[in-house]
């Protein structure tokens, strides 16, 4: 399957494809998902999920030609749909979608000679877009009412410098049989109930050690950062990962 009529040529052209096959996707995964389902026969051979740049999708067998004309979607989805949850393997299908979506965009960069600024500014424009995944399992929508309900919150541990006071609010308080100390749990869970950790996306959890970045506000698990509790004391500027790519590449 070619997986379009055209081939894009700068970095906004490879944005236009990816956004179209990218609603193509979704359209398939949430809006018409009762047809996709059913043709994702198990009984059928390899499957793929296509999406095209005119926003529509299609389910068919993979490009017969090696290599193909352009990189392939995850082969046999259909195999998996009986013997999972669906949601589970709408979710399985989704970050697969995200993978190949990825590799045919960056497979025209390649193709095409984007240098670094090229890259890095389809990367950006992509990056801007909430994933497949995100928004099939509903995260994409958390992400954004949590954005809305607990900036006050973060901002208020931010603006305090001290960083051995942003520490102690970035661990879950510890629980107590007080009444005093319970009405402050449920307003500390009410605050943070919406909160996604940056990396595994998941929601804040009461006995949980969390750590904030200092440079993009985000929050972490400490175990998705592999940061703890006591090395946390230790650091006056946390940078996450993605950040300290950043200034790296910089």
């Known amino acids: ?18 956004r179209g096959r990218r609603a193509g996707l979704i359209k398939a995964l949430t809006d018409d998902v009762e047809e996709f389902y059913q043709l994702c026969d198990p009984e059928k051979e390899n499957l793929c999920l296509y999406g095209l740049p005119n926003e529509t999708w299609d389910v068919t067998l993979p490009a017969e030609e090696v290599p193909p004309e352009l990189p392939e979607p995850a082969l046999g989805i259909n195999f998996a749909r009986d013997g999972m949850n669906d949601k589970d ?13 990825l590799a045919v ?7 095409f000679g984007f240098d670094k600024e090229a890259r890095r500014r389809l990367f950006n424009m992509i990056n801007g877009l909430p994933t497949i995944y995100e928004v ?3 995260t994409a929508k958390r992400q954004s009412q949590g954005r809305e309900k607990t900036p ?8 305090n410098s001290k960083m051995s006071q942003a520490k102690t609010s970035k661990m879950a308080p510890p629980k107590d049989d007080g009444e005093s100390e319970g009405e402050g749990e449920e307003e500390e869970e ?7 950790c940056g990396a595994c996306g998941e929601n804040y959890a009461q006995d949980e050690f969390w750590i904030c970045c200092d440079l993009c506000e985000k929050w972490f698990h400490g175990k998705c950062v592999r ?18 790519n950043k200034r790296a590449r910089v």
């Not at 393997?89 to 979506?101: G, M, P, Q």
């Not at 006050?152 to 603006?159: A, D, F, G, I, P």
């Not at 509790?229 to 300290?244: G, L, N, T, V």
Request: hydrophobic share 35%.
């Open 1 to 18: 399957m070619d997986g379009g009529a055209y081939s894009p040529r700068t970095p906004e052209d490879v944005f236009r494809d990816f």
């Open 136 to 138: 099939v399992t509903g």
């Open 89 to 101: 393997w709408l979710a399985l299908v989704a970050v697969h979608s995200d993978a190949w979506l």
């Open 190 to 196: 009410e605050g943070h109930g919406n909160t996604l």
């Open 152 to 159: 006050n919150s973060s901002s208020k541990n931010k603006s």
């Open 227 to 244: 940061i703890t509790p006591a090395r946390a004391e230790h650091i006056k500027q946390y940078k996450c990962p993605a950040c300290s």
């Open 105 to 111: 965009a960056f497979y025209f960069g390649a193709r």
